[in-house]
C-alpha cells in the first residue's frame, strides 16, 4: 500500500542545511497498522507529510496504492491526495464551522448530491460516535470529541490510508486508549491502512502490527511490534521500551545507600526476560517446584501482545548455584533471557 524507496528530505534554511529524513525506504502493506516512534526532531513528522508529498522529498520514490506520487504533477496529485487522510495533535478543525460542516468540507465539489453528502456525513458521524454532536461547534467538544470530528473528516474521502501524527498526544490516557480503540475499527472495518506517528511507546503497544523506530532522519530498527521491542537491538529502542517499563529501577535500588534489597549467601537476584513468543508456561511455580528454589518477585512488568508475555520480571531466587543454574537453563530453553544481577 505504501512504498518509500530511498526517500530523503533536506531543508535548507539560510546557511543550515538540515538532513530530516536521511535514506528511509519501507514497505507497508494494505490493510496493516504501522507505527514511526522517535524521540523530537527525529524527523517522524516529515516522514509522515513525504507519504503524502505535502513535503516533497529532496531524493527517492514515494509510491501509494501502486501510484508513484513523486512522479505526478500538482493536479494528479491533488486527486490522489484524497486517497490520503490525515490526523494531527491539535485537530486542525474549522473553529467557525460545526462537527456536520467539518465533516461535509472535504466533500465540496467532489460531484455528490446535498443528499450524498448528508448520507455521508451521518454515516461517518454514526461511526465516530458523535451523531448528536452535528450541529455542535468544535469549541463545545472535548479533545477526545474533536479528534474524533478530524478522524470522520478524515475519512469523508473513502481514503485508502490514514496517516496520524500524534493524535492522541494531547490527550489523557483514557481518551488516548478510546481514540486508538477507534482507529483499530476503522481500520478493520473499512480496511484502511493507518500509519501513526508517535513517541509513545504505549500507543505502539496497543494497536500497531509493525514498528519503525526513527533517530536523527533514519528508520534505524524495523519489525513486528513483538519481535523489535522483545529483542531491542539499538540504544533508543531500549529507551522506549524501558519508559514503559520499571524493571531498570532495579538499578537505582541496589545504589540506594538504604539498599533495601538483602541478598543471603546462596540468593540470586536475576532478571528475567521474555525474548520470543513463548506460550504462557507457569514458569515461577515451576521454578519453585522443579528446581526446590525459594523464589521472591521484586518488580515486575508483563504485557500480552499478540497473546504472548512480553516484558519481565525481577526476582530473588534462593537455593543456590547449583540449582539457580539448572532452573536459568530451562528457562533459557523456554526462551526466557536469565541475567544475574548481583548474588550474596
Ligand atoms: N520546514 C522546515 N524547515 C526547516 N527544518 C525543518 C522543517 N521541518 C522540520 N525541520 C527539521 O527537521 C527535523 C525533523 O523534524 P520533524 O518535525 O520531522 O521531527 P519529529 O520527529 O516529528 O519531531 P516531534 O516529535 O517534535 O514532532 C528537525 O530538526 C526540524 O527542525
Ligand atoms: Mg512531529
Redesign the pocket.
Known amino acids: 500500500m505504501i512504498r518509500l524507496e530511498h526517500v530523503s528530505k533536506r ?1 535548507e ?1 539560510g546557511k543550515h542545511t ?1 538532513e ?1 529524513v536521511r535514506d528511509v525506504s519501507l514497505h507497508i502493506e494494505k490493510g496493516k497498522i504501522a507505527g514511526i516512534i ?10 509522515a507529510r513525504c507519504i503524502n508529498l505535502l513535503e516533497r522529498p529532496t531524493q527517492g520514490k514515494v509510491i501509494v496504492g501502486g501510484a508513484e506520487l513523486t512522479a505526478l504533477n500538482e493536479k494528479q496529485l491533488r486527486e490522489k491526495r484524497k486517497k490520503i487522510g490525515m490526523i494531527f495533535q491539535h485537530f486542525n478543525l474549522f473553529a467557525s464551522r460545526t462537527v456536520y460542516g467539518n465533516v461535509a468540507y472535504p466533500l465540496k465539489g467532489s460531484g455528490r448530491s446535498r443528499g450524498e453528502i448528508d448520507q455521508k456525513v451521518r454515516s461517518l458521524l454514526d461511526l465516530v460516535g458523535l451523531a448528536d454532536k452535528a450541529d455542535a461547534y468544535p469549541s463545545q467538544l472535548s479533545g477526545g470529541q474533536k479528534q474524533r470530528v478530524a478522524i470522520a473528516r478524515a475519512l469523508a474521502n473513502d481514503p485508502e490510508v490514514l496517516l496520524s501524527d ?1 493524535a492522541t498526544s494531547a490527550l489523557d490516557p483514557d481518551t488516548t486508549r478510546s481514540i486508538l480503540r477507534l482507529l483499530k475499527e476503522v481500520n478493520r472495518t473499512l480496511g484502511i491502512t493507518i500509519v501513526i ?1 508517535t ?1 509513545e511507546m504505549g500507543v505502539i503497544k496497543e494497536i500497531c502490527d509493525q514498528v519503525y523506530v ?1 533517530e536523527g ?1 533514519q528508520v534505524v530498527e524495523q519489525g513486528d511490534v513483538f519481535h523489535v521491542f522483545a529483542s531491542p537491538q539499538r540504544a533508543v529502542t531500549r529507551k522506549f521500551v524501558d519508559s514503559t517499563s520499571n524493571l531498570s529501577r532495579i538499578r537505582e535500588l541496589l545504589d540506594d545507600p538504604a539498599n533495601p534489597i538483602q541478598l543471603l549467601p546462596g540468593d540470586y537476584l536475576l532478571r528475567l526476560n521474555y525474548l520470543e513468543r513463548s506460550t504462557s508456561q507457569a514458569l515461577i511455580s515451576t521454578l519453585s517446584r522443579q528446581f526446590d528454589l525459594d523464589i521472591n518477585i521484586l518488580l515486575g512488568n508483563i504485557e500480552l501482545i499478540d497473546g504472548n508475555p512480553l516484558g519481565g520480571l525481577v526476582v530473588i531466587a534462593g537455593g543456590g548455584h547449583d540449582r539457580v543454574t539448572a532452573a536459568a537453563e530451562y528457562l533459557s530453553e523456554r526462551n526466557v533471557l536469565v541475567e544475574v544481577i548481583a548474588h550474596g
Open positions: 531543508f534554511t538540515v530530516a522517535g524521540f523530537s526532531g527525529a524527523g517522524k513528522s516529515t516522514l500524534e506517528i513517541h526513527m532522519g
